[in-house]
């Protein structure tokens, strides 16, 4: 019999209004949860919650102070649940344990860095001409809405939350159908750590319907979506015709650049971790590996070697030693599965190793890896020439799952424009030991975030965000986010005594004085 999960609507589980949404464990393809979908109505009244919440004060105008303490408190909370987080979350994506007992704990450095942030924060006064003392106070916007993916359902829903709730908003999050779990368990502990009600509700249900839902009601001041390009572009239609604020973090096709002088087996390392972390899913995945042609072919053999051993460590994701685990679902699998085969049967790619589903038996722990929608960590090269797999889907789709394309170079400025040969501009890594290499091709790689010897770092003080409109628009982490949950207001006093003013405010007045104006 399979558990049952209301919405947190205001404060408190309730059921929703449309169909229940079969939750399905990836690595064995069985229906273990049920959760409830919110209706129009339900909608309706997590908005009117969220906005009357707001327009009490009760959150939005409390002191910064007693803001940060909260946003102390539920780092607190986090830390005592993650247990049952960390277990919940690999269960829902499939992701191993062995990632989840990585990730999830690192979450709490995002509540506690903006904590401190409140806690610092300055006010600007402005000069002026006068006796005018000009102030700036940054505001929260009112009701704001998070749309979150599958692939880090916690991750996520925690680096837009931070900043949402520390500016002082009202937030609702619809979490992907795929993985609503941890973030209706989620929004327990900060209710239980002090965030008031109305002020966070979670409300699974589909994009189609719920999000739409969401997205368009009047009284959202702001839209937050992490997802597919497509979809971003959909929603971000939708927002600008109610003049919302809008943050999307979309699509990627992560080059990794491997220079001649780097060192082999740490590279090796990161195209490894970058390329295969999750599966390959994730936005800033290493999807693109371009290598100088003078150590391509060890590169290659070396990369080869370690991954033909990842296979061999894979098992039900419950299992510490396992190392990778299923795609989240089966049509994921098929997307995988075409993108790959149709990059063979057009014979523009070839493949190194990889390549398949898997449908065995697992050597680490007798799993039967057909149960679920597991697919072999991949490694494709051009099959005639570089010029061949670059015209390929597999070059210019997000294939979000474990596969990677290897190409060769020449000279720097061909590894640059191979680099930047796509529509995505997320992330980026560049591996050299030269450092004036280093600062010349970083700064000439399109994309909002370059790593240099290291990819897929994240921290709640480091801005992420594309620097191509394919994968989106401004930037989550840093004091950024914080601010582009707030709007300026500024207050303008006159401290000038009553007979100063009327010397030089008098506008009307008879008497022909020189008054000013702004």
Known sequence: MSDEYYLWLAGKEQPGGSPLIPIEDPATGEIFAECHAASEKDVDDAVSAAHLAYKSGIWSRASHHHRADVLDNCAILLTEALPELIALESKQTGRVIKEMKAQIPSLVKWFKYYASLLRVEERAVLPTTGKLHNFVDRVPLGVVVQITPFNHP?????????????????????????????????????????????????????????????????????????????????????????????????????????????????????????SFIASGQTCIASTRIIVDNAILKELIQKLKTKIETIPDRMGVPSNPDSMMGPLISHRQLEGVEKLVDDSLSDGTARVITGGKRMTYTSALDGFNFSKGY??????????????????????????????????????????????????????????????????????????????????????????????????????????????AYTRMKSTIINYATPDESLATDDWFGLAPIHVRYG
Request: a neutral charge; zero cysteines; glycine letters at 12%.
């Open 374 to 483: 597991f697919y072999e960590p991949t490694i494709l090269a051009s099959a005639n020439g570089t010029d061949s797999i670059l015209k390929s889907s597999i070059w210019r789709q997000e294939a979000f799952g474990p596969v990677i394309v290897v190409i060769g170079f020449d000279t720097e400025a061909q590894a640059i424009a191979l680099a930047n040969d796509t529509e995505f501009g997320l992330g980026a890594s560049i591996w050299t030991q030269d450092l004036s290499q280093a600062f010349r091709v970083s700064g000439e790689i399109e994309a909002g975030i370059v790593w240099v010897n290291t990819h897929h770092r994240n921290d709640p003080s480091s801005p992420w965000g594309g620097a191509k409109t394919a994968s989106g628009v401004g930037s989550e982490n840093g004091v950024e986010a914080l601010h």
């Open 154 to 274: 916690l991750l996520i829903a925690v680096k837009k939350l931070a900043p949402a709730l520390a500016a002082g908003n009202s937030v609702i999050i619809k979490p992907s159908e795929l993985t609503p779990l941890t973030t209706l368990l989620l929004a327990k502990i900060l209710h239980k750590a002090g965030i008031p009600i109305g002020v966070l509700s979670v409300l699974p249900g589909y994009g189609a319907t719920t999000g739409k839902l969401l997205v368009s009601h009047p009284l959202v001041q702001k839209v937050d979506v992490t997802g597919g390009t497509t979809a971003g572009r959909a929603i971000g239609s939708i927002v600008g015709g109610n003049l919302a604020k809008y943050t999307a973090e979309l699509g990627g096709k992560a080059p990794l650049v491997v220079f001649k002088n780097a060192d082999i087996d740490v590279a090796v390392n990161g195209v490894t971790f970058g």
